[in-house]
């Protein structure tokens, strides 16, 4: 369980430092890695953590992703709390780093929508959905299974982080949007950020239990 548990401290941490790092140069750079360069930075960070972590904690990364396999059965659910509170404290740790690094950065890669919150909360339901929908048919929730699964989760991320991004930065984990929140004192509208992932990866379980009832979940 240790390793389970710092192989997600590991892959959270390079996943937000990487990710929301990549939104921060920009910032400070006026533009210089550019919206596709994130987009691509945020597709092949997850790619390689699946690689490279997925066949010792199944690469969750993601707190409504973990709570979303325990709902599918995949997952043990008496699991599910040390993965939430080490996959923020690996968020965490990131945000303060670059925090860090960058002190002239306002946002730390932070999430805000650029719409109206109702209809953001609509958006970032909706990804997290199609995200879940993916990951949920590519994986076992404690290993990623074959050789694709890293492509398309990545490839999805990538997808959606590039359509996306400018209205809700396309967070889709709320460990993501709360650790920069924290250290750049933008707050506002984390409460979308913290409650649609969940409602989006449960439902895309739901969708999945009705189209594949007799193998997407254990004992659906």
Known sequence: MKR??????????????CGTGAMTINEVTSGDVTHVGIGITWGLIVMALIYALG???????NPAVTVAFAYAKKFSWKEVPGYIIIQVAGAVTAS???????PDSQFLGGTLP?????KAF???LLLTFFLMLVIINVSTGSK????????????VVLLEALFAGPVTNASMNPARSLAPALFSGQLQHQWLYLTA???????AVLCCKYLK??????NC
């Not at 710092?6 to 430092?17: C, D, K, M, R, V």
């Open 55 to 61: 066949d010792i904690s199944g690469a969750h990364f």
């Open 144 to 155: 990623e299974v074959g050789t694709m699964a890293g492509i398309a989760i990545g490839g």
């Open 4 to 17: 389970k548990l710092f192989a997600e401290f590991l892959g959270t941490f390079s996943l937000i430092f």
């Open 96 to 102: 303060a780093i670059l925090w860090f690094l960058f």
């Open 213 to 218: 009832s007799n193998n997407c979940c254990d």
């Open 197 to 203: 992932p969940f409602i989006g990866a449960i439902m």
């Open 114 to 118: 650029t719409i109206t919150p109702y």
């Open 122 to 124: 609509i958006l970032e």
